[in-house]
T-cell receptor
Framework: DSGVTQTPKHLITATGQRVTLRCSPR?????VYWYQQSLDQGLQFLIQ???????AKGNILERFSAQQFPDLHSELNLSSLELGDSALYFC???????????FGQGTRLTVV | AQSVTQPDIHITVSEGASLELRCNYS??????LFWYVQSPGQGLQLLLK??????LVQGIKGFEAEFKRSQSSFNLRKPSVHWSDAAEYFC??????????????FGKGTKLSVIP
């Protein structure tokens, strides 16, 4: 158990819908990362927050947004969902802005 | 461009044989380097990391990795593979992404199959 908690574990939704994925980092970690893993794209970095502020941005679509709250948990919002958004979404956390990251078990999103 | 490359998509070894998984990076400085393992349907688990110092690092589950600056490589090794090592292995580096930000970037992964 990495100490990073992601909910829900599985999510099935229809195209055009909006979903929210939640992540609770390890106790004491200030940095939260979001990754998307699909068969064709591999592990793609989406976005990083550090102590409530956006730290780095990767290949995140405009339909996707994230935030980190004062209690340091984070949410990833995916809207206008398309079939191609079906993937495993991972959250990771680290103590600092660029240290080793610990991963949650992921949320498997299926868009039908 | 800054990147991390794992040249082998799939490797098959016999149980008890030695293993080496390759990782190369392209970066102007020495980055922070990591190896992660992912079992089917699971999250990623950190095997080992290199920040500085001794270039041979020991990790969990009997794995080790050697950083070679001249070759921009950080290869993962294990002297004797067990069937439970079958998984996908990811090399990752912290790369500078501009404006004072750093990004943990992963290679495409190497899938390891183990023959009993």
């Amino acid at each position: 158990d990495s100490g990073v908690t992601q909910t829900p574990k599985h999510l099935i939704t229809a195209t055009g819908q909006r979903v929210t994925l939640r992540c609770s980092p390890r106790s004491g970690d200030l940095s939260v990362y979001w990754y998307q893993q699909s068969l064709d794209q591999g592990l793609q970095f989406l976005i990083q927050y550090y102590n409530g502020e956006e730290r780095a941005k990767g290949n995140i679509l405009e339909r996707f947004s994230a935030q980190q709250f004062p209690d340091l948990h984070s949410e990833l919002n995916l809207s206008s969902l398309e079939l191609g958004d079906s993937a495993l979404y991972f959250c990771a956390s680290s103590e600092g802005p660029d240290g080793e990251a610990f991963f949650g078990q992921g949320t498997r999103l299926t868009v039908v | 461009a800054q990147s991390v490359t794992q040249p082998d998509i799939h490797i098959t070894v016999s149980e008890g044989a030695s293993l080496e998984l390759r990782c190369n990076y392209s970066y102007g400085a020495t980055p922070y380097l990591f190896w992660y393992v992912q079992s089917p349907g699971q999250g990623l688990q950190l095997l080992l990391k290199y920040f500085s110092g001794d270039t041979l690092v020991q990790g969990i589950k009997g794995f080790e990795a050697e950083f070679k600056r001249s070759q921009s490589s950080f290869n993962l090794r294990k002297p004797s593979v067990h069937w439970s090592d079958a998984a996908e292995y990811f090399c990752a580096v912290v790369l500078y992404s501009g404006a004072g930000s750093y990004q943990l970037t992963f290679g495409k992964g190497t899938k390891l199959s183990v023959i009993p």
